[in-house]
């Protein structure tokens, strides 16, 4: 959000415009926030209150038309910094990350090709360098603010519990999954 802003602005300001943003106004963000789903999904249609408080306003093919997202490119040294962050996380046996997620699939997406994800996985835009940055500030948010994952049992990471509870069934630890 910072760098769209900063974008906004540079290139507002080199047109000698002066451009507005009054949907990132923290009073309007909190707000809406605590609008319940129903109303902000008025008549079955994302952002429908929005489209619904501007009737009137714009006109009727703006309020109809598709969300268009604000393009943007993809730095080739942004993905390789956050592969090779993810990477120090998922060596670092101490990462509050690893009870979460299956630390080889992790480890497959960050050796992965740029389009290894076939849709986004999030949002329109979210592909691969979103993914891998979202387990690495999560892994940052977990440590910064000591949240501890509780498990049964002591605490393990990433494969270990599966191989208890299979071992537990009666299967071959090490054994391909059913």
Known sequence: MAVLLDRKDRMSMAAGLEARVPYCNHRLVEYVWNIPWPLKNWGGQAK???RRALAGLLPEDVLARRKSPYPKTHDPAYAAA??????????DPSSPLLPLLDPRAARRLVDAEEDALEAPFFGQLMRLP?????????????REYRVTVRTRG???SGAEPRRRRRAAAGARVG???P
């Open 48 to 50: 429908g209150i929005l």
């Open 82 to 91: 956050v592969r090779a962050f993810l990477r120090q996380v998922l060596d």
């Open 130 to 142: 979103q993914l891998l940055a979202y387990l690495v500030q999560t892994d940052l948010w977990l």
């Open 154 to 156: 002591p605490a393990v």
């Open 175 to 177: 054994a391909p999954a």
